[in-house]
């Protein structure tokens, strides 16, 4: 938990401060030219997903979640010094290599240690201590940031994080072990093109998850790179923005204490369904109702939603997968989940360039509702009781 709070705390630093550092310092005006930091963001993040599951699967978690912290350390030191965008966006590109492998590898480490009794327990105590730490950062970066300004102070203190990080990465052990206990002798999947295609199309469940998360990570994109934008052009400054961008992921950080747990006594598909929809009234509240006050009961209720649909997500993944496949089937799911981000990033920003931020924002509060149907009419239920769950795959 300690690990994946410092892998949220780097990614935090850029939630308040990477949107305005490109009008500031690089004077993009362009929405599209803004988000490409995510697009790059995203797209290597799910596809450093994707391998983090594979790799976990053969070379072990504890190599898998190193790489991912020795990708984070150049990442502040390329914005502090980055004479263009460009360098931006190539610390982005490592910040999601540093994203998909660590926070990816806690993830499976949590599953490994916690077996399915207790998966969502552990899955949202994870997700928690992520997002928690992900918004002391935003709203502690926003301070530095108003007070001393966007470059260096902000950064020094991402650097600091992804050091400690690697630091306490050095001292965890192997959880592998868990996972051969647990498949009593069963093989993972050989043809991992053959598990891509089930878990995002051909099983029902994972499908719906995997669309779910998809769709749960493009309206968090539009939240992170076209919220603060969207603010500024309402004349709020830098600290009451880092409170905003804070306050989102704090009430997601800490309902997630809650959820998972909750989660594993009424079942996941419920939890999701609901939370999609208070995520799609959230958003479009945004638009509905103008000002701080009205602004940050909205940033509640988009974290409300939230915190139900995260680590339900990943527990519906790790109760429809094969033992053997789970790792694997995991990070197909954060594949999708991930590029979310990416295509939050084009389609607000293609919106909200050509018809304003009120038609993004309401773009997005659409398909985050339509998501929700989907998940109701697709979904089963995953939540076996536990007088039936073997350990047997």
């Known amino acids: 938990m300690a690990i994946n709070a410092f892998v949220g705390g780097v990614v935090g630093v850029e939630r308040s401060t990477l949107a305005p550092l490109a009008g500031h310092d690089f004077h993009i005006a362009s929405r599209a030219a803004i988000f490409s930091f995510l697009i790059s963001f995203g797209l290597v993040k799910a596809a450093s997903n994707f391998a983090a599951g594979r790799l976990a699967d053969r070379l072990g978690r ?9 990708a984070a350390l150049p990442v502040p030191v390329l914005i502090i010094f980055a004479p263009s965008w460009g360098w931006v966006v190539f610390a982005n590109v490592l910040l999601g290599v540093n994203q998909g492998l660590a926070w990816s590898t806690t993830v499976n480490m949590k599953i490994d240690l916690a077996g399915p009794r207790r998966r969502g327990l552990a899955l949202g105590l994870n997700e928690a201590s992520g997002y928690l730490a992900l918004s002391a950062a935003a709203a502690g970066a926003g301070f530095l940031a108003a007070t001393y300004g966007i470059r260096p102070v902000p950064y020094l203190l ?12 050095l001292l965890t052990r ?27 199309f051909r099983d029902r469940t ?14 968090d994109g539009m939240a992170w790179a076209l919220l603060p934008l969207f603010f500024a052009a309402h004349g709020l400054g830098l600290r009451d923005i880092g409170l905003l961008a804070g306050a989102y992921p704090a009430v997601w950080g800490a309902g997630q204490l809650g959820t998972g747990w909750i989660s594993d006594h009424l079942g996941r ?69 991930d590029a979310g981000y990416a295509v939050g990033a084009i389609v607000a920003g293609v919106i909200a360039d050509a018809g304003g931020f009120t038609a993004a924002i309401v773009t997005v509060a659409a398909l985050t509702g339509i998501s929700g149907v989907i998940v109701a009419v697709r979904m089963r239920e995953t939540l076996v009781p536990s007088a039936m769950i073997r350990r047997a795959p």
């Not at 504890?62 to 020795?70: D, E, F, I, M, Y």
């Open 174 to 200: 192997e959880t592998a072990g868990y996972v051969d206990l647990e498949s009593a002798g069963a093989l993972p999947t050989k043809l991992v093109g053959q598990l891509v295609v089930k878990v995002s």
């Open 62 to 70: 504890r190599t898998v979640l190193l790489v991912g912290w020795a």
């Open 206 to 219: 994972m499908s719906s998850a995997c669309q779910a998360g998809m769709v749960n990570n493009l309206n």
């Open 269 to 337: 598909k419920r939890l999701i369904v609901t939370g999609m929809l208070i995520q799609s009234l959230a958003i479009g509240a945004f638009v509905v109702l103008p000002g701080f006050t009205w602004w940050i009961v909205a940033s509640v209720l988009l974290g409300v939603g939230t915190a139900l649909v995260y680590p339900t997500l990943l527990a519906v993944i790790g109760d429809a997968a094969r033992t053997p496949d789970r790792a694997t089937s995991v990070g197909i799911y954060r594949l999708w989940r």
């Open 158 to 169: 991402a650097e600091v994080i992804a050091a400690s990080g690697l630091l306490l990465s």
